[in-house]
């Protein structure tokens, strides 16, 4: 069946450190795939996606990239800041279906 | 995108009672989803909801324990009906107005005591 699996965490960095989150799926066809973050106490917010193999989502100096021979979208940040602490959501949403298969979140803590 | 209001964003309720969640949403959608996302756990599709039509309940929830309205194409409510502190969890609707990405409401913390 269709399956996300994330790096477990929490991550746990000084700021200004690279970041890489793991994300690798199992999915028939050619998903859609999502990164979501939720900060302490809110809801989940769409950070980046990517709707093909070779496309890279980017969004406030996050990135990842669909790789369809890795079958993964790992996610990175150059230079982590303290309110990048949340919990990272990888998702996908397989052809032909309006739901989202979520991965357990990866928590990521910040430090100054 | 789509902006979504949900409510109440918390709530302490006691065993055997029920609680409903409202979702709004500032324009028309087809498709709204409601989820659940147990303490430390990752989010789970609990059913969804398409206007004029029962909702569609995923594998391991049920209708009886969780009944879903959906009277027009910017509204829906999830019930919880008598509720155990294991319902205890995040609540969260869900519309995928783009088509291809979904827009998240707040969240309901729900507490059972």
């Not at chain 1, 700021?15 to 793991?22: K, S």
């Not at chain 1, 496309?55 to 079958?71: I, Q, W």
Request: charge should be negative.
């Amino acid at each position: 069946g269709n399956s996300v699996t994330q790096m477990e965490g929490p991550v746990t960095l000084s700021e200004e450190a690279f970041l890489t989150i793991n994300c690798t799926y199992t999915a028939t066809g050619y998903p859609s795939l999502f990164w979501y973050v939720q900060y302490p106490g809110e809801g989940l917010q769409l950070l980046l996606k990517a709707t093909k193999a070779d496309d890279k989502g980017s969004n406030k100096g996050f990135e990842a990239t669909y790789r369809k021979e890795t079958t993964s979208f790992h996610l990175e940040k150059g230079s982590v800041q303290v309110s990048d602490s949340a919990v990272y959501f990888c998702a996908l949403r397989t052809d032909g279906y309006n739901k989202l298969i979520f991965g357990a979140g990866t928590r990521l803590a910040v430090h100054p | 995108s789509a902006v979504i209001s949900q409510k109440p964003s918390r709530d302490i309720c006691q065993r055997g009672t029920s609680l409903t969640i409202q979702c709004q949403v500032d324009s028309q959608v087809t498709m709204m989803f409601w989820y659940r996302q147990q303490p430390g756990q990752s989010l789970t599709l609990i059913a969804t909801a398409n206007q004029g039509s029962e909702a569609t309940y995923e594998s391991g929830f049920v209708i009886d324990k969780f009944p879903i309205s959906r009277p027009n194409l910017t509204f829906s409510t999830l019930t919880v009906s008598n509720m155990s502190p294991e319902d205890s969890s995040i609540y969260l609707c869900s519309v995928d107005q783009t088509g291809d990405g979904y827009t998240f409401g707040s969240g309901t913390r729900l507490t059972v005591v």
